[in-house]
Every structure is written in structure tokens, then in C-alpha cells.
């Protein structure tokens, strides 16, 4: 997810979100719209998959309400994902009509790789929207691309690392009492989005040793476009990095009127 800082850079796009019915949860739709309308207003609300096939019904009320057209495809073969190729020529239609401006894929499914690079090319934004069990040629095929597991909570995601603990204090049989000792320290680890930051900084630092928050969060979605503040439980960049006071230092700057965040790696000139 962009943050709040770098939403303001970006132009008004019209969106497309094409979802795969078959490779997305009903129940994160409306979670998926919010997520698209961050980067411009959806134009258009398609979902593709066989509606005469129970897997689907999940679907139905909640395409009602949030206005999502449902695009019959039905299966050609027993087993075989029949919506890839609608949703791959809609797309392309969509492309050279010049309708809009930025898509929004949702699926896991691989097969949208060539599609999303397709897009790409034609110097149009495009996001996906999928599970972590994405195949990572598509992930990187977009300029943007959320993990539906961030999506399923609103609460911050854990870094799945326990903070740690100093050891017991040995307990002097002798005396019968347990001595004041000195808790091992175990060394100290470096926080788990730092390789990132880090190579995201030194591409967007400048001449004074400061860069432009919105610059690195630019330079953070080249180096890896699932990069997201909450996988590491904060809801900004800004916050992820100011969690990180050993290694950054940070600064604000108002211009006309918006505040500009700045970062600096300590130590350096």
C-alpha cells in the first residue's frame, strides 16, 4: 500500500478491477475497491467466472450492492480456469480504447503476467490484488501489488518475531536465594524490512544525504511492487521508518502548504 505522503504525487487515474471470480474472495470486495480507489476513481467493475456454478454464489449479494457486473464464461473444459481469456481480451479492449487510464488485476493466477507487462508497456498504471501464493513473475509484472492477506484485518500485522527476553536469573541452591545477576543480551537483529530500505534509500538519497519519503516509497515499489508498510505492522511508510530510530532520522518540510518527509541514514555526511 502507498502511503498516505506519496497518494498526494499521483495523478486522478480512472481505474479498471477486473477479477478473476475464480482465484478471489467475495468477502474482501469491499476491501478491493478501497484498495483501487486509492490510485483514481473505478470507472469500471467487472468480475469474471461460470455463475451457473455453485463456487460462485458466494458472489452474488455482494456484487449487487458495490455494482460489479458479473461476465458469464462458462468452462470449456472440466478443471480449466475458462476466465483468463475474457478477462484478457476486456482488458485489451479497454487498453486501446483509451477509456481508462489504470487497471486493477485481481487473481493469483500466473497466467496474468504477460497481460499485466502488456499493460505496463503501453505506459498505463497497473496494480494486482492477490495471495501470497501469487507466482512472483506476476507480481513484478505490476507497478503495484497487494497481498489480499493484508487486506483481511484492519488491525496491524505482527512482525512474527518475539521481542527478546532476557534469560532467567539462576537460582543459588547454596543460599536458597535467587542472586541479582545481569540478563544476557542477545545481539541485536536487524529489523526485517532494513534490506529494503536501505537499497530504496541509497536510490532516492541526494547531494546533502536526505531523501524524500515519497521518492523512496517510489523506489521501494521498484525494488519489490508487494511491498507494504502493515506486513511489518504499521499502516504508513512514514511510521514503518520512524519504528526504525537506530538507523533513520527524519525531518519535515512544508511547501506550499503540504508537508514533505525527509530521511537520513544515520552516520552518514
Wanted: proline share 5%; charged share 25%; aromatic share 8%.
Amino acid at each position: 500500500m502507498l502511503p498516505e505522503e506519496q497518494l498526494s504525487s499521483l495523478s486522478r487515474h480512472k481505474i479498471a478491477i477486473l477479477i478473476d471470480g475464480d482465484n478471489a474472495q467475495a468477502n474482501l470486495l469491499p476491501k478491493m475497491l478501497v484498495e483501487a480507489g486509492r490510485y483514481g476513481q473505478i470507472t469500471v467493475r467487472r468480475i469474471y467466472g461460470d455463475w451457473t456454478t455453485s463456487n460462485m454464489n458466494s458472489w452474488k449479494d455482494v456484487l449487487n450492492f458495490h455494482a460489479v457486473q458479473p461476465v458469464q464464461q462458462f468452462r470449456y473444459t472440466v478443471g480449466k480456469n475458462a476466465t483468463d481469456s475474457a478477462m484478457i481480451i476486456d482488458a485489451m479492449d479497454l487498453l486501446h480504447t483509451g477509456v481508462v487510464d489504470g487497471f486493477c488485476l485481481a487473481s493469483s493466477d500466473s497466467d496474468y503476467t504477460r497481460l499485466a507487462t502488456r499493460i505496463r508497456e503501453s505506459g498505463v498504471f497497473v496494480m494486482g490484488i492477490g495471495a501470497k501464493k501469487t507466482p512472483k513473475p506476476f507480481v513484478n509484472a505490476c507497478d503495484v501489488f497487494v497481498y489480499t492477506e493484508n487486506l483481511v484485518s484492519d488491525q496491524k500485522v505482527s512482525r512474527r518475531r518475539a521481542p527478546n527476553k532476557p534469560a532467567k536469573k539462576p537460582k543459588d541452591t547454596t543460599k536458597g536465594v535467587s542472586p541479582e545477576v545481569e540478563p544476557e543480551v542477545e545481539p541485536e537483529q536487524e529489523p526485517e524490512a532494513m534490506s529494503l530500505i536501505r537499497q530504496a534509500y541509497e536510490m532516492s538519497v541526494e547531494e546533502d544525504g536526505w531523501s524524500r519519503l515519497d521518492h523512496m516509497g517510489n523506489a521501494l515499489y521498484q525494488l519489490d511492487p508487494a511491498f507494504d508498510p502493515r506486513s511489518y505492522g504499521h499502516r504508513q511508510l512514514s511510521r514503518l521508518i520512524a519504528s526504525y530510530k537506530d538507523y533513520f532520522q527524519m525531518r519535515t518540510q512544508e511547501i506550499n502548504g503540504s508537508t514533505l518527509f525527509y530521511v537520513k541514514m544515520k552516520g552518514d555526511n
